[in-house]
């Protein structure tokens, strides 16, 4: 073996040692208790899926997919979302209209190939929600209700849901510029929040003034509800009127729920998701620069599979709710039994009473240790039986 592969891993890859894979644990066991809570079930899909099916349904670039092919040479991937895959087993094995809607949750890891390091995982956990079966305005407002709530349950302080409706942007883009070309390079600007590089590519497009200017407004609809009338005046088809009139009524429901103080609305939001319908959302909280979580109607997934089915979800990306609560490493605190062998069914029934009272205690041979101290330094407390001077 190469010495430069000895301890190197794959590009975006990483290792999840002792303690941040126990705070995983401990959040992860937070967001599912208030998840079942709202009546969601939790269920797991294959790592590996078709390329064919979930692969072009998952709406991720092809160069970030990672492919492999099976033994009959069919071409599969890691799944690069979780959305799909559930899409595929609802459409497939979930169809009983008794169930409908369905509520299901997941937690699970996704994978996504990088082209550089740039700190970028290509192997991250999420955990989320889907509603499926659902197209009204109050399964929307489910959503964030919802997403508030596993926000408050981990303690997160403060945080933001920025929520806009990619019909609208759509609607706006056609009507003003007219192509899908066009359309589609004014997304990816605000996509990448590259306002800036949004301008001037307004500006090149030699539009005359009126209609330049209903553009760059589109950039000054951040901010509270009442930024609903400006957005009013800058859509004039029927499909970009009801795209207004559906944020209307999540922002009714919103109230129903108590949690508007923790929404505001922002229709520059677009998603690198193409299969996005309606009403989307992203959560940004503490120091953390990308969105801890995001979501929204995908009413168009389903025909991947030749259904026709209304749908929206989310899922959080559980390393930046991490960084959101300011993870510091910590690991949870353990006890040490030390011994020596003379005594060490005295230290081994000690310990396991110790663990009934509900410690997590160590068991340890003095006899195996090289640096006593430096043993004992990482435990909170330590109980010696031994018959010698340590």
């Not at 995983?24 to 208790?33: G, M, R, V």
Request: net charge negative.
């Amino acid at each position: 073996m190469s010495k430069l592969f000895t301890f190197e891993k794959p590009l975006g890859m990483r290792d999840t040692l002792p303690a941040l894979y126990e705070a995983k644990q401990t959040i992860k066991k937070l967001l599912a208790s208030e998840i079942n809570s709202w009546g969601y079930q939790f269920m797991d899909t294959p790592t590996l899926e078709y390329y064919d099916t979930v692969g072009s349904a998952s709406a991720i670039l092809d160069h970030q997919l990672f492919k492999l092919l099976d033994q009959q040479g069919k071409t599969l991937v890691l799944r690069p979302d979780m959305t799909a895959p559930i899409a595929r087993v609802a459409a497939s094995q979930m169809e009983d209209t008794a169930q409908q809607p369905l509520r299901l949750a997941y937690s699970g890891n996704v994978f996504r190939a990088q082209q550089n390091e740039a700190g970028k995982p290509a192997e991250f956990e999420q955990v989320g929600v889907e509603c499926i079966g659902d197209g009204t305005i109050s399964a929307d407002a489910e959503m964030i209700a919802l997403l508030v709530s596993l926000l408050k349950k981990v303690n997160i302080q403060p945080f933001t849901i920025a929520v806009g409706h990619i019909g609208f942007v759509q609607q706006l883009f056609l009507e003003v510029v007219k192509t899908e070309e066009n359309a589609e390079k004014l997304g990816r600007f605000l996509y990448e929040k590259n306002y800036v590089g949004y301008r001037e590519y307004v500006k090149s497009l030699q539009l005359d003034s009126k209609e330049e200017q209903r553009l760059l407004t589109l950039l000054q609809v951040r901010g509270d509800y009442s930024k609903i009338e400006l957005a009013q005046t800058l859509v004039e088809s029927e499909e970009g009127v009801q795209a207004i009139e559906e944020l209307q009524q999540l922002w009714t429901m919103l109230e129903a729920y108590g949690v508007t103080e923790f929404v505001k609305l922002d229709l520059n939001i677009v998603s690198h998701m193409s299969y996005y319908t309606g009403i989307l959302f992203e959560v940004y909280a503490g120091n953390v620069g990308a969105p801890i979580g995001n979501g929204g109607r995908y009413n168009q997934l389903f025909e991947k599979f030749n259904k026709q089915k209304p749908a929206t979800g989310f899922g959080l990306y559980l390393d930046r709710l991490l960084d959101a609560k300011g993870y510091k490493g910590e690991i949870a605190p353990r006890s040490l039994v030390l011994f020596s062998k003379d005594r060490k069914l005295e230290a081994i029934q000690y310990a396991q009473m110790k663990r009934n009272d509900g410690e997590r205690v160590v068991v340890q041979d003095i006899d195996g240790l090289q640096h006593i101290e430096a043993c004992i330094q990482q435990y909170e407390t330590v109980y010696y039986f031994i018959d010698r001077e340590v």
